[in-house]
């Protein structure tokens, strides 16, 4: 008795970078179309099934994946209503295997099985499985060193004394890479340090600028957590406190360094163990 074949329902997707020769009548999604159809009918002894509706993303990168027809195609698998994505080459998918490795993980995820036709991926044989995690493994390769690189160039920028990104203390404001002062809020910065040099108490100056009506820069009140990450943050005196190295900055400071040592001498005083003091 002849074995009955698994129905494999099966997807065509193809994209073209440009909307070049688009227009003419047999045009390169056209011929990805055919390629994808014709191994699609190679494999109907093994219940592949070719669906109607066509997913062509023409004119769109393959750098990301915000592409109509990728989403409608995805949105399918999702579904349960498709078994199989077939596209001409691994590219067509994506030209970043980062993201073709995310894809990867939801085509799992979902029990759907990627082939490529004119390369050895095929996720239902052993072959095709054995070829995606060799790409993911080179995938997983390139995120380490893009990583690597953004962070050493941080590095190298925060060495130089440069801005190199994160939240921007209050009391500046970030103009063309640079900090500059804000005339609104370093006068608050100042008040804080030269208070603290008074009172030598976070909480009660954070209740006398509640009391004030002065708030933060999200509109929040003040807690003496917030005024004690303020009174150490080197950013206030122009440097910059690198993995415990303290470089110099280009911006303009809005404390002087008098000030800045005789608050971190009350603070040292008042820390418990040496801890940074939030009296």
């Not at 910065?189 to 009172?199: C, T």
């Amino acid at each position: 008795m002849e074995e009955r074949k698994t129905i494999q329902r099966c997807a065509i997707y193809a994209r073209k970078s440009t909307e070049e020769g688009l227009d003419q009548q047999f045009n390169s999604l056209d011929a990805q179309w055919e390629a994808g159809a014709a191994y699609v009918a190679s494999q109907k002894l093994n219940g592949w099934v070719l669906l109607p509706e066509r997913y062509e993303d023409g004119g769109f990168s393959g750098g990301n994946t915000n592409r109509p027809a990728l989403k409608r195609i995805l949105a399918a698998c999702e579904a349960g209503k498709i078994d199989i994505v077939v596209c001409y080459k691994v590219d067509r998918l994506s030209r970043s295997l980062c993201d073709f490795a995310e894809l990867s993980k939801k085509f799992a995820k979902w029990g759907v099985a990627f082939v490529s036709v004119t390369q050895q991926i095929d996720t239902s044989t052993s072959t095709g499985k054995m070829m995606l995690n060799l790409l993911m493994t080179f995938a997983e390769y390139e995120r380490e060193i893009i990583g690597e690189r953004i962070r050493d160039k941080m590095a190298a920028t925060r060495r130089k004394g440069l801005w190199a990104g994160g939240c921007v203390a209050i009391g500046y404001t970030l103009r063309d890479s640079h900090l500059y002062p804000n005339p609104d809020e370093a006068p608050v910065v100042q008040r804080i340090f030269k208070r603290y040099i008074e009172v030598q108490s976070c909480q009660t100056i954070a209740a006398e600028l509640n009391v004030d009506g002065v708030r933060t820069r999200k509109g929040n009140i003040w807690n003496k957590q917030q005024i004690g990450r303020i009174l150490n943050n080197y950013a206030y005196v122009g440097k910059i406190n690198y993995k415990g190295e303290i470089i110099q900055a280009s911006h303009e400071p809005i404390i002087q360094q008098d000030v800045w040592d005789k608050v971190h001498e009350y603070l040292e005083a008042n820390a418990p163990n040496g801890a940074s003091a939030d009296k």
